[in-house]
């Protein structure tokens, strides 16, 4: 058995955040709760002391495991990046339990054998590694995959993340199947109409380094389309990685009319602006790109508000030659799931914009409940998927478990240190 003594439990399910010991047996919580009876425990499931090992979590949170449903593994493909393993590492490393992957790998997930290469492969990872499918066949915007046999085979959902799909007919037809399957679809919202150049926000940065730049009119015209798209069919929509205040206002449009309509924010979206490529180069370089100070305001009042109702990663690894290459050539991406705990309490905790209660609601309850997943909760009876961290815990940005470093927060002190990740019942990651 596994006894969690002496901390602060944060559940964003029962909305309890106080003291509480926790007891876990196998892959199951057998006990929590600040009036949890240790010997009662004991004997309830015939444990001896012998048996006993104890985490002494004074001074730390207890809480249910992270949920990102927004990362890429780079697997099967370019594993070079990073692999199915290592991203798992990092995700434990970062206090995740369950990821949900994207579907632009090579060959894209667009068939049952990509898919089941990739589950296979997450089964013997050390969390929750599950997969997406694409929207369309080849990621080509044309033709819609199999969805009933996707799903059947257990997608989680349908993207065709880092690619829009610009053709509303194809959208609405997968919108439609997606609400006949219960199942979401998220969705990269970039209008190539309006990027002169990915990865940099088209603006005063843009054009101090002579760069064409990407407009937040690129995200909004999309976002504005399916938005609507959504409330129409009653589909779960879930914008990615939202950047720009006026898509911000969309979505809230949009729930305000019904909508089934969701949107992830990034921390990288919420602690910088465009003026981090400046500093940071191809490090601050991603899609969509920082935008503004009243973009970033914009989001953490959506977060605020509930009008985005999840915060991901997009966990983008990419290897530190290609990284390195000119500003027009390097691509675009972050890494994120060793840092986004962090940030989440630096940009939004302790600026007293949201509770701890709330960041955990963001990035683990809403995540899992819009991918049909039972979110975690800190209850007897369910799965032993845990985080412990000290919330004012600072630690240095660096020694990624990632295989790639390519982010602009390298260095940086960030609070919420990590001391254990629990998964199925199991320590995948301490720090000791």
């Not at 609400?179 to 990269?188: F, G, V, Y």
């Not at 380094?209 to 009653?234: I, Q």
């Not at 019942?425 to 301490?430: D, E, L, R």
């Amino acid at each position: 058995m596994l006894y969690i003594k002496g901390g602060r439990i944060v559940d964003s399910v029962t909305g309890y955040d106080g003291p509480g010991d926790v007891a876990i047996k196998d892959n199951m919580i057998i006990g929590s709760g600040p009036d949890m009876d240790l010997d009662e425990v004991k004997a309830k499931y015939d444990i001896s002391d012998a048996e006993i090992d104890v985490i002494d979590a004074t001074g730390l949170v207890v809480a249910p495991g992270l949920v990102d449903t927004h990362v890429h593994f780079r697997d099967p493909g370019f594993e070079y990046k990073e692999d199915i393993e290592t991203g798992a590492r990092a995700a434990a490393r970062g206090g995740f339990t369950t990821v949900v992957c994207m579907a632009n790998t090579k060959p894209p997930v667009d068939n049952l054998n990509t898919l089941k290469y990739i589950q296979d492969k997450g089964e013997k990872a050390c969390i929750h590694v599950l997969q997406t499918a694409t929207v369309t066949k080849g990621m080509a915007g044309k033709e819609l995959v199999d969805m009933d046999a996707l799903a059947e085979a257990g997608a989680m959902g349908f993207t065709d993340d880092g690619l829009p799909i610009m053709d509303e007919k194809v959208l609405y037809e997968a919108l439609v199947k997606a609400k006949d399957l219960d199942m979401p679809i998220s969705l990269h919202e970039e209008d190539p109409q309006f990027v002169k150049q990915p990865g940099v926000n088209m603006g005063k940065v843009s054009e101090e380094l002579g760069y064409g730049g990407a407009a937040a009119a690129a995200e909004d015209v999309m976002v504005a389309r399916d938005t609507a798209l959504a409330v129409e069919t009653g589909a779960a929509l879930c914008i990615q990685h939202i950047s720009s205040k006026n898509s911000v206002e969309y979505v809230r449009a949009a729930k305000r009319l019904g909508g089934d309509v969701h949107a992830e924010a990034t921390p990288h979206h919420f602690t910088l602006t465009e003026e981090a490529v400046l500093k940071y180069g191809t490090n601050a370089r991603m899609n969509p790109p920082l935008r503004t100070e009243e973009d970033r305001l914009a989001i953490i009042e959506g977060i605020k508000d509930g009008t985005i109702d999840m915060i991901v990663t997009d966990h983008a690894p990419h290897s530190e030659e290609e990284k390195s290459r000119p500003l027009a050539e390097a691509p675009s991406g972050i890494t994120g799931l060793e840092t986004s705990l962090g940030l989440g309490i630096l940009s939004l905790v302790k600026p007293g914009h949201i509770t701890l209660l709330k960041l955990m609601e963001l990035m683990s309850k809403n995540p899992a409940e819009l991918y049909r997943m039972i979110p975690g909760s800190i209850e007897e009876g369910e799965a032993a998927d845990i985080v412990i961290f000290g919330e004012d815990d600072e630690w240095i940005v660096g020694n990624f478990a990632s295989k790639a470093k390519n982010t602009p927060f390298t260095g940086w002190k960030l609070p919420g240190r990590v001391h254990y990740t629990i998964c199925s019942g199991k320590i995948v990651y301490s720090d000791n």
